[in-house]
């Protein structure tokens, strides 16, 4: 069964830094391109960063260049973005997505909420 399974999430102040954690069973991560999406309310849900199942340097959204790290263990199945210089606008439901050709699995999401 294809899974994948978001966690850390939490409450963090403006500033903070949270590492959120995606795992993956059912199937090998490590041929697949991996992304983090974030869904705020009332938003569209917009890609935050994505790296390639060869390697290479990732990519980001403007909105979280130089605070955001992906990054992927794949001896663990395990995707991982690093959020430091967290802000408010950064709350939302971030999900993993795994991506091969068209082959799309998602996660249900870890809830991030940045606020004083």
């Known amino acids: 069964q294809v899974q994948l399974v978001e966690s850390g999430g939490g409450l963090v102040q403006p500033g903070g830094s949270l590492r959120l954690s995606c795992a993956a069973s059912?199937?090998?991560?490590?041929?697949?391109?991996m992304s983090w999406y974030r869904q705020a309310p009332g938003k569209e849900r917009e890609l935050v960063a994505r790296i390639l199942s060869a390697g290479g340097s990732p990519n980001y959204a403007d909105s979280v260049k130089g605070r955001f790290t992906i990054s992927r263990d794949n001896a663990k199945n395990t995707v991982y973005l690093q959020m430091n210089s967290l802000k408010p606008e950064d709350t939302a439901v971030y999900i993993c997505?795994?991506?091969?050709?068209?082959?799309?699995?998602w996660g249900q999401g870890t809830q991030v909420t940045v606020s004083s």
């Open positions: 059912g199937f090998p991560l490590s041929m697949y391109a």
């Open positions: 997505k795994g991506q091969r050709g068209l082959q799309n699995y």
